[in-house]
């Protein structure tokens, strides 16, 4: 296997072995850049003068034996994040000269344990589309076709991780903007409960809002998770107790109770993502887990409530700055209809989206007080061009229209209910050669059976990913 693609615990093996300097990793990473970020379009900026002398320095730690525990990772960062000094343009010609003035919790964790950012990557204009392309940086495209979309609002950062341009990448995730891209381009996403890691404000006071990260395998998510995850002063939401710090299940896989929803009540879902989690249900169930098919009843009123509760306060937020403003001609087009809805939207619809979110964990709480985790596909079809513009183009999945803003993909159910982590996972093909993946859902603030689950799957579905099965730029 090239270096790009080793997993960030092997290099962290090699290099404490002294077998592989992080030198050589950041020199494999810009190579593969100058490669092929041409076709994908995954970096807003790259800092590789700078992470080389970083790097340097992070071998003679090792030398030294004084390492952190990620000493020498090359991370990329969303251009969404705050990092104090770097550019931050949310993929926006609005911010295109904005230099942050601040570190988000999370960047301040990961450099604090040794890891060095070598780019910024790219997001659809202020994150608010499920694909990434803006008038600013472009499209971005799904390593494995790079004619479907890589997914959003994490997309560079996803295109990075799968394309082996870093070790992983963070992101941020208010209706599935991690484990979208995670889904599209066959990765690891993993959304954390609300409050488990810290935000900035105002946004950590918001529990759709969540800040994970993106990784390859699951060995690199349980490596590189705890190291942002817990108490942070600047969060008061983060202080929630931890029930598990550890994520060790007490309970084997032959312990734990599986639910499967293949549509969670409503969604139309194309036969190559069924097919696929119906295979990952037999898979569980011959690993000796117990698992059974559920009926989730919910309807499209899900779909308006996320729409409405992400007017409430990010919408807010950006319709106060760039709606009567003139810069308004400067943004997307999915922004400008995004703005439009955001000023119709009225208290009344507020209120409506907060009571019908109780009525959805009214319906979703009986099926958690018997089984120990529920999975469900992360996306309804991986058949969503690069392109992608929901505020003109439509979407069908089996010959049927869907919302276009919301309808193919099934992640902001659990950012409603976003005290439940969830870790969206590859779990095979689609026709397309896109990726599927599947969401491992748990309870309320209990981690540590996802992981479990998460393990059989990778070991017994998708153990070739990135390790003898790779994207291919032709």
């Known amino acids: 296997?090239?270096?790009?693609?080793?997993?960030?615990?092997?290099?962290?093996?090699?290099?404490?072995?002294?077998?592989?300097?992080?030198?050589?990793?950041?020199?494999?990473?810009?190579?593969?850049?100058?490669?092929?970020?041409?076709?994908v379009n995954a970096f807003s900026f790259t800092f590789f003068e700078r992470t080389l002398e970083q790097a340097m320095i992070a071998e003679q730690a090792y030398i030294e034996n004084t390492a952190k525990t990620l000493t020498g990772l090359a991370i990329a960062i969303k251009d969404e994040t705050y990092v104090t000094g770097e550019p931050m343009t949310n993929g926006s010609l609005c911010l295109k000269d904005y230099i942050a003035t601040s570190t988000d919790p999370v960047p301040e964790a990961l450099l604090n344990d040794g890891a060095i950012i070598l780019g910024r990557t790219t997001t659809p204009e202020f994150s608010t589309s499920s694909v990434t392309w803006s008038k600013l940086w472009g499209i971005s495209r799904n390593p494995w076709?790079?004619?479907?979309?890589?997914?959003?609002?994490?997309g560079g950062s996803a295109i990075a991780v799968a394309s082996g341009m870093c070790s992983f990448a963070n992101g941020t995730d208010i209706g599935g903007s991690l484990r979208i891209p995670a889904a599209m381009c066959g990765i690891y996403?993993?959304?954390?409960?609300?409050?488990?890691?810290?935000?900035?404000?105002?946004?950590?006071i918001d529990p759709y809002c969540h800040h994970g990260l993106l990784t390859r395998n699951l060995n690199d998510m349980l490596l590189a998770y705890p190291r942002i995850r817990g108490a942070n002063w600047r969060d008061s939401h983060s202080f929630i107790p931890d029930i598990n710090p550890s994520l060790k299940s007490t309970k084997s896989i032959k312990q734990l109770k599986v639910a499967i929803s293949i549509d969670l009540g409503f969604y139309e879902v194309d036969n190559d993502i069924k097919d696929n989690l119906i295979t990952t249900a037999k898979v569980l169930e011959q690993s000796g887990a117990i698992v059974e098919y559920v009926d989730i009843n919910w309807d499209e009123q899900v779909i308006q409530?996320?729409?409405?509760?992400?007017?409430?306060?990010?919408?807010q937020i950006l319709k106060r700055e760039y709606l009567s403003s003139e810069k308004f001609n400067d943004l997307t087009p999915y922004v400008q209809q995004y703005l439009k809805n955001v000023a119709t939207t009225t208290l009344d619809d507020v209120f409506d989206a907060n009571i019908h979110a109780c009525k959805m964990w009214d319906e979703l709480a009986p099926v958690f007080k018997e089984y120990d985790v529920l999975i469900c596909p992360t996306v309804a079809t991986s058949n969503i061009p690069?392109?992608?513009?929901?505020?003109?183009?439509?979407?069908?999945?089996?010959?049927?229209?869907?919302?276009?803003?919301k309808?193919?993909?099934?992640?902001?159910?659990?950012?409603?209910?976003?005290?439940?982590?969830?870790?969206?996972?590859?779990?095979?093909?689609?026709?397309?050669?896109?990726?599927?993946?599947?969401?491992?859902?748990?309870?309320?603030?209990?981690?540590?059976?996802?992981?479990?689950?998460?393990?059989?799957?990778?070991?017994?579905?998708?153990?070739d990913l990135y390790t003898t099965r790779f994207p291919e730029f032709t």
């Open 1 to 39: 296997m090239t270096i790009h693609y080793l997993s960030a615990t092997e290099l962290l093996t090699q290099f404490n072995n002294k077998k592989l300097s992080p030198v050589d990793v950041v020199h494999a990473y810009q190579q593969r850049f100058l490669e092929i970020n041409d076709h």
């Open 145 to 154: 076709n790079l004619s479907i979309t890589c997914g959003g609002s994490s």
């Open 189 to 204: 996403g993993y959304k954390p409960p609300h409050g488990r890691v810290a935000e900035i404000s105002p946004y950590n």
């Open 305 to 315: 409530t996320a729409k409405v509760h992400q007017h409430a306060l990010m919408g």
């Open 386 to 405: 690069a392109n992608f513009d929901y505020s003109k183009d439509p979407v069908f999945i089996n010959k049927k229209q869907v919302d276009a803003n």
């Open 407 to 463: 309808g193919w993909f099934m992640t902001y159910p659990f950012n409603t209910l976003g005290q439940c982590p969830v870790l969206a996972m590859p779990n095979g093909f689609c026709n397309n050669s896109v990726p599927s993946s599947i969401q491992i859902v748990g309870r309320p603030y209990e981690e540590e059976h996802i992981f479990t689950v998460a393990r059989v799957v990778e070991e017994q579905q998708v153990s």
